[in-house]
């Protein structure tokens, strides 16, 4: 199993109406440690089959992420993955900074075990 922070596999960013889809490809047998974001907001696991904290799921589902906590999903086959969330900011260089809070590693350390 390798673990992966989202910045490190290829997104696409989609943008409309007030509302940002992150949307990023997770191959199977990799973990993506996520941040944590300001809002509760809904992920789509839109095809394959992952463990998102610790619960199976299959595609197509949606998942909701309560907001301040840190989430993983382990791709259990190939993935496709979206995070929905409600900004105006349309720039993707600039998006995380309205919706991610900074780094607290040592509730990262906790949501990893």
Do not use: N
Not at 12 to 35: D, M, N, R, S
Not at 66 to 74: E, G, L
């Amino acid at each position: 199993m390798i673990e992966f922070d989202v910045r490190d596999l290829p997104v696409v960013h989609h943008f409309g109406g007030g509302t940002y889809a992150k949307e990023t490809y997770i191959p199977a047998g990799c973990v993506l440690v996520q941040h944590q974001h300001v809002y509760e907001h809904l992920s789509i696991l839109a095809s394959g089959v992952a463990e998102v904290d610790l619960a199976l799921r299959e595609g197509p589902c949606v998942v909701v992420i309560p907001a301040r906590t840190y989430h993983r999903v382990r791709a259990v086959t190939d993935c496709v993955w979206f995070c929905i969330h409600a900004t105006e900011e349309r720039d993707p260089e600039r998006v995380d900074e309205t919706l991610v809070l900074p780094l607290d590693q040592e509730r990262l350390q906790e949501a990893l075990k």
